[in-house]
């Protein structure tokens, strides 16, 4: 009875940031990295003298690459002067810290900085001082994930015997306590494009080089080790940022690892049970699409068979055909910042190197997959029962059970848990039905990781614009505040907010 436009594994990740890959498909051929000073006039026609690597050049543009690891695309109209340099150091992690308190208020920021990583923590208020040592290990714990992360990948490559490079600049994580304080960031970094601000979980920015996430997502830590991959993937080396890599490659290779918690427990050349069950149910894109272009990634219907896909033929040429997918990971690592692939490049480029077609290779998958599985005694997932729903949105973890009684009515219960690690949180919770009823739980103060009862109650509130009649599916819907802050104080008055019906 569950209903949503994306499914939880899709809303996930963002896609290595959608804007990254808007850019990269208007602009051109690339040169190699040099240290330069730049005067360039900006937008408002001021002149600045711009201190960077340049990183790329195609198609009327220049990628600069600045001391925070941060990309800048200009006009080559813009650039007026360039000059030889020694190039700019990188900043330190404390000084990138720095930089982010300064950005989002000493108030509202903590951070932790050790020699390649520095982890932020954005407030959606300030903190009381007793907190504060839940903070500084939420972001130790952070820190030390992101060193498991690195681990793993590092034997990925080493298995494949893959070149890399040491990260030149910090490798920056910053989460966000709240969903609504990260759907704002997010807007603002991607301009709307791409996914749905509100769909998606994290996203690694091609263009920050940051890692960015909720922290209702180090519940799982699913999320976080998703984008961490790409990150990883683009500061070491193995493909160049804003190069013309397939978003099938990134995301095949990052949805291969498989995490339980804060622990990695499975790599790109095992079977993932429900990206494999999700490509073989796939009915509207198929390989060849993805292979010759990014577009269903980018869109909120097709993402998702487009990410089994990517799991899926990431798979198999890594297991299947070992020797050909090193030398195409050969190929688009040479691939540079700021080139330009079209539909029949990439495609050729696909199958020059492996030999077949794509649509061949796709019909070799389901036995190849049959037999690993096997081999593997992966088990599939069992299927949850009807009116049955596990979400996380908020810092909230909310179970419940949904059906209809004699009268037609839907009738649900069920449990929730507050997932921060910081603090104290007030919730509201709403079960909203494609009839416009709902029902709803008010939870003023949850002690952090404290499980409640949601007791059973009638979805018989009617929401604005409801269209009225029987209910057949639902959604879960959670908001949540600080709760001594003016939000959490209304709902406790009463002033709880009326769900707007949404088709």
Known sequence: MDRSTLSENERRHGFVLRMTMLIVSLLGSAVPAIADVFTVREDDNNVVTIEARLAGEGQGSMALERRDGRIEIVPLGQVLKRQMSPGPEPLSTTEVL???????????????????????????????????????????????????????????????????????????????????????????????????????????????????????????????????????????????????????????????????????????????????????????????????????????????????????????????????????????????????????????????????????????????????????????????????????ANLAEVELTAGRVGNGAMQTEGRMRNISHLRPMSFHVTVETDSGTYAEWLLPNIAPLKQVPLPKQFADKRMQNAPGGPSQTFVVRVRAAVPDSDTAQQWQRGQLPVPVYRE
Request: proline residues 5%.
């Open 98 to 392: 720095e930089r982010l308190t300064e950005r989002f208020g000493k108030d509202k920021f903590r951070g932790h900085a050790d020699p390649t990583y520095a982890i932020g923590l954005v407030l959606s208020e300030p903190l009381p001082k007793q907190f504060d040592a839940k903070a500084a290990a939420l972001l130790k714990k952070g820190a030390g994930f992101m060193k498991l992360v690195e681990k793993v990948f590092l034997e990925f490559v080493d298995d494949l015997k893959i070149d890399i490079v040491k990260p030149r600049y910090p490798l920056v994580l910053i989460i966000f306590e709240t969903d609504d304080d990260f759907i704002r960031f997010t807007n603002e970094e991607t301009g709307g494009r791409g996914l749905s601000a509100g769909n998606i979980l994290g996203y690694y920015s091609g263009l920050t080089n940051h890692l960015v996430i909720r922290m209702s997502e180090c519940h799982t830590f699913e999320t976080p080790l998703h984008e961490a991959i790409h990150q990883q993937v683009y500061n070491r080396g193995v493909l160049q940022r804003l190069s013309p890599a397939p978003a099938w490659f990134n995301e095949g290779i990052a949805t291969g690892f498989e995490g339980n918690g804060d622990r990695i427990n499975a790599g790109p050349l095992k079977v993932n049970t429900r990206y494999s069950r999700a490509a073989m149910r796939a009915r509207t894109v198929n390989w060849d699409e993805v292979v010759a272009d990014d577009r269903a990634f980018r869109g909120d219907v097709l993402a998702g068979e487009a990410y089994a896909h990517a799991w899926s033929i990431h798979w198999f040429l890594a297991t299947k055909y070992r020797k050909q997918y090193i030398e195409y990971l050969q190929l688009l690592s040479q691939k540079q910042t700021l080139q330009r692939d079209d539909r029949q490049t990439r495609t050729t480029d696909f199958e020059r190197i492996f030999g077949k077609p794509v649509g061949k290779l796709q019909s070799e998958f389901p036995q190849a997959l049959e037999l690993a599985a096997k081999k593997q005694k992966v088990t599939l997932e069992t299927p949850k029962p009807p009116g049955y729903l596990l979400t996380q």
